[in-house]
C-alpha cells in the first residue's frame, strides 16, 4: 500500500500502490495521456481516482500541466538544539536548578511531564510555575488517578497555566476522553496504569500524524529521539526514559556537556529509511519511532518491536502475540505489562 | 563598542519578529531588539541607537500600543480621536528620527521608502519594469464607471491606501474588502463621490504572494476560487476549508522583474501580491514591505526566519570589514 500525505489539513489516505502510480504519472502527464497509457478498461477507474483527488481538495484540474508548482522543499531544521523533553516527575528533585534554566533557555517547544504515582496538584503547580516566562508552547501532563481531579479543578488548572494544553490520567476507573477551556484541551482518562516507561514506544495507526514538522524531520532524523531530552526518576539525563545510557545527574551536569556529548546524538540519525521493516513501509513519515524496545535487541536499525504491522502485506496483528518477538519482550522484562 | 544588528520591532502580536530573533540566539548572531514601547523608557534623545554602534537595520513594526492611554479632560468621541492621531504623529516623529540618524544604506529596506509607500506608484513603477499589472484608474463619477462598465470589465474597488477596520457602538467589527462593481449593483454608486480607486477585475485561476529577499523569490500559490466565500480577497478567511497553500515557482523573466522593481525602491525583503487569471497569465497586485512572510514560509516550508537572519548577519558583517 501506499500513503497520500496532505500535510496542510493534516490527513493521510491509505491508497493501494496502483493508485498511488497513476497519481505519480499524472504529475507529468494530461489525464488524456494517462488515459491512453492505461488502456480504456481502465477509463473509469482513473476518473475514480481523480474525482476523489478533487472530492478531498488535493488538485484541480487546469488545461495544462502546471510545472511552476514545484515539489515541496523536505528540508528540516529547528532553533533549538532542545525541541522536547519528557521529566518523569519526583517530588525528591529540585526543578529550579540552574540546568532546568538552561535547558528552558534553549526554546524548548514541548514538554510532557509524567506522574507514574499520585501527586497533589499543589506540586503540580508548584512545577508549572518553573516554566512562567520560558518559550515553551506546549505541556503535556500524564498524572495518576485521584478522586480529586474533577473537571472543574483540571479546567482551573489549565486556565491557570495555558500552556497546558493536554492530559491524560492514567489508572482512572473507566476510559473516558473529556475536554475542558471551551474543548480546547483534551483531557483523557484511561484505566490502564502508566506505572513506569516499559509502557512506553507502543505503535498504532492512531498515533500516526500527517504534518509537516514530522514528515519532514522524518526525512532526515529520528523523530523520536532527535533533539529530545528526557530527565528520568532519579533526576538522571536521558535521550528518553526507557533508554539505559544516562549522560549526569541534573545536579551536576550541565547542559551544553550533555549537548557535547557525541553518545547523546548517536540516535538522532538514524531515520525511519534506515531501519529494517520500516524503510518499507508507507506509514513511515507519519510514523514515530522507537528505539529502546527493539526486534533485535542487539541492532539498532531494527524495527520497533512494539509495531504489529506487516508493510509487506499491509496487515496489523498484536505485536504481543508474536512468537518470533517473544525473546526480547522477555529480555526487556516486558512481560508484566502485556498481559 | 562593537556595531551590532539592530531589530526594531513590537512588544506584542510580533510572532515574525520573536522568531527571527530565536533564530538569531541559535545561530549565536548578536543583535539588538528595540521595541516601540521601549521609546517610553527613554530618558533622552542619546538613548536611541546611535549610528556607531548599529551595522544593520531591520525595521518590522514601530509599536502594538502606548504602554499608557491619554485622554483629554472634556473627552468626547471627536477629540479622543484628535488626540489619538496627534500621539500617533507624535510617536511617529520621534521614530522616524532613526531614518536619518542610521545610515540609510545599512537599512535592509529603505525606511522613508517604506514608510512612504504609494500604491498608485508602485504600480506604475512596475510596469516600467515590463510587469503586468491589472487596469487601474481612480475615479470620481458614476458615469466614470458606467464608461469603463461599457468597455466589458469588470471592475473592483479598494482604497489607494490601506483597508481599514471599522468598530461599531456595540463592539462590532467591521473590515473593509475589496468591493466588485457590475451592472447589477451599479444602481447603489452615487453621481459623485470620494476619489476612489476602481481595478479590473480579474478572473483569476490562483493567487500567488511571494516573499522577495535579497534578490530571490519564494512564492506561494493560494487555492481560493473553489471556495465561493473567498472569491474576492483571500483574507476573507474561511477557517472551515482553508485555502490551498503550496510552493510556487514564478518565470524567471518575471523575477528578475521583480527583482528589478525591489530594487528600484531599495528594498531588500517584501511581500508581493500577484494574481494569475485563467489563461495563466501573472497580475502584479502590490508590494507590502512589512509583509508577514510566516504565512509563506510555513506552509512552504521556506524557512524565511531563518534565511533572514542569515542576511542580516551576512550585511552586519559587510558592514563590519568596511569600517576595518
Ligand atoms: S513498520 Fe515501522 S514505520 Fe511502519 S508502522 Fe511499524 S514502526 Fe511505523
Known sequence: ?339 | MSKQILILSQSHLEGTTDHVCQWMNHLRIPYLRVNGEDFFHFQNLDDLPGNNEVAAVWYRRKISSFPVKYSLKQTDFNTQYTLKRFLVDEFNGLHSLLFYTIDRHKWLNDPISEDNLNKLHVLSLARQCGISTPFTEVVTTKAAIMHLLDKGKELIVKPVSECIFLEDAEGGQYKMLTKTINNANLHLVPEKFFPSLVQEKIIKKFEIRTFYLDGACYSMAIFSQNNRKTKDDFRNYDNQRPNRTVPYKLPADLERKLDQLMKSLRFRTGSIDLMVDMQGNYHFLEINPEGQFGMVSYPCNYYLEKKLAELLHKNSSHEKEIHQ
Request: hydrophobic share 35%; with cysteine.
Open chain 1, 1 to 339: 500500500m501506499s500513503l497520500l500525505c496532505d500535510l496542510q489539513m493534516r490527513r493521510f489516505y491509505h491508497i493501494p500502490n496502483d493508485t498511488a502510480d497513476v497519481l505519480i504519472f499524472l504529475q507529468q502527464h494530461s489525464i488524456s495521456e494517462c488515459m491512453t497509457h492505461y488502456g480504456e478498461d481502465n477509463r473509469k477507474t482513473i476518473k475514480g481516482y481523480i474525482d476523489f483527488i478533487l472530492n478531498k481538495e488535493l488538485g484541480f484540474t487546469d488545461n495544462q500541466l502546471l510545472p511552476e508548482l514545484t515539489p515541496l522543499d523536505l528540508s528540516w531544521d529547528r532553533y533549538s538544539d532542545i525541541t522536547n523533553v519528557i521529566i518523569e516527575y519526583n517530588e525528591e528533585i529540585n526543578y529550579t536548578g540552574s540546568f532546568f534554566r538552561e535547558l528552558f533557555d534553549l526554546h524548548v517547544q514541548g514538554l510532557e511531564i509524567r506522574c507514574y504515582r499520585k501527586t497533589t496538584l499543589d506540586k503540580i503547580r508548584e512545577l508549572l510555575e518553573v516554566f512562567n516566562g520560558t518559550t515553551l508552547k506546549f505541556i503535556k501532563l500524564v498524572l495518576a488517578y485521584d478522586d480529586t481531579l474533577e473537571l472543574q479543578i483540571l479546567d482551573k488548572l489549565v486556565k491557570q497555566y495555558p500552556r497546558v494544553k493536554a492530559l491524560l490520567i492514567h489508572s482512572s476507573p473507566a476510559d473516558n476522553p473529556e475536554k475542558i477551556f471551551e474543548g480546547s484541551v483534551p483531557v483523557i482518562f484511561v484505566s490502564s496504569n502508566i506505572n513506569s516507561c516499559l509502557a512506553c514506544g507502543e505503535i498504532r495507526s492512531s498515533y500516526f500524524i500527517s504534518n509537516m514538522e514530522l514528515f519532514t524531520e522524518s526525512q532526515h532524523y529520528n523523530t523520536c529521539l532527535n533533539r529530545k531530552l528526557s530527565i528520568d526518576l532519579n533526576g538522571y539525563i536521558r535521550n528518553c526514559p526507557s533508554l539505559p545510557d544516562n549522560f549526569g545527574h541534573v545536579m551536576d551536569t550541565s547542559v551544553q556537556e550533555v549537548l557535547d556529548n557525541k553518545a547523546f546524538h548517536k540516535y538522532a540519525k538514524i531515520r525511519k529509511d534506515e531501519i529494517a521493516g520500516c524503510k518499507d513501509c508507507e506509514f513511515r513519515h507519519v510514523c514515530t519511532d522507537c528505539r529502546a524496545y527493539l526486534e533485535n535487541p542487539q541492532d539498532i536499525y531494527s524495527k520497533p518491536l512494539k509495531c504489529g504491522y506487516d508493510p509487506y502485506n499491509g496487515t496489523w496483528e498484536d505485536w504481543t502475540k508474536n512468537p518470533l518477538k517473544h525473546a526480547a519482550i522477555a529480555g526487556y522484562g516486558l512481560g508484566e505489562i502485556i498481559n
